[in-house]
């Protein structure tokens, strides 16, 4: 795992009772994904801590919290200890997705180029709205905001690294 592309698919919250467990806040829509990851080795951070491989042994929901029992964790003060440590999975965990889809983690770090050719920025952010995505795109001290839509976005380019929008008036 030491070189593969990791990605943060959430971070535990807090404690949960007195035997270890924690308390997740996953930064993932499908939740069907976490249970497969039981028995699996991941990684997980800290701001202020280097990366740590740990084992989760098992998942579970309970009133409609998602919580976790890791390996080394077998009491409240070891899991008071992870608080906002954030998992880490390999990007190749996630299954293919059809033609024209794409993760968060796929888009954030592209480069956005007008229908001109002018390179906007960088995708930073990715808010999440009722109806469609917005990309966040940085560059120096500026955002711009563009919907995920067909209209907007005319190529995703992964292996350029680039997102190209259509000419669009103003």
Request: hydrophobic share 40%; charged share 25%.
């Amino acid at each position: 795992m030491e070189h593969e592309k990791l990605v943060a698919i959430g971070r535990f919250t807090k404690p949960h009772g007195v035997r270890g467990e924690l308390v997740f806040l996953p930064y993932v829509s499908d939740v069907a994904l976490l249970p497969e990851l039981s028995e699996r080795q991941v990684r997980i951070r800290h701001k202020t801590a280097p990366v740590q491989t740990c084992t989760i042994l098992a998942w579970r929901i309970a009133h409609s919290r998602v919580l976790v029992q890791i390996e080394s964790c077998r009491d409240l003060s070891e899991a008071e200890h992870l608080r906002d440590y954030e998992v880490l999975v390999p990007c190749q965990w996630f299954s293919s997705l059809p033609v024209g889809e794409y993760y968060w983690f796929e888009i954030e770090g592209l480069t956005v180029y007008a229908g001109d050719g002018q390179a906007l920025g960088i995708v930073t952010d990715i808010i999440h709205t009722g109806s469609n995505d917005v990309y966040v795109v940085s560059h120096d001290d500026r955002e711009t905001l563009v919907p995920a839509l067909k209209d907007i976005v005319r190529t995703i380019d992964l292996e350029g690294g680039a997102m190209y929008l259509h000419n669009l008036p103003g």
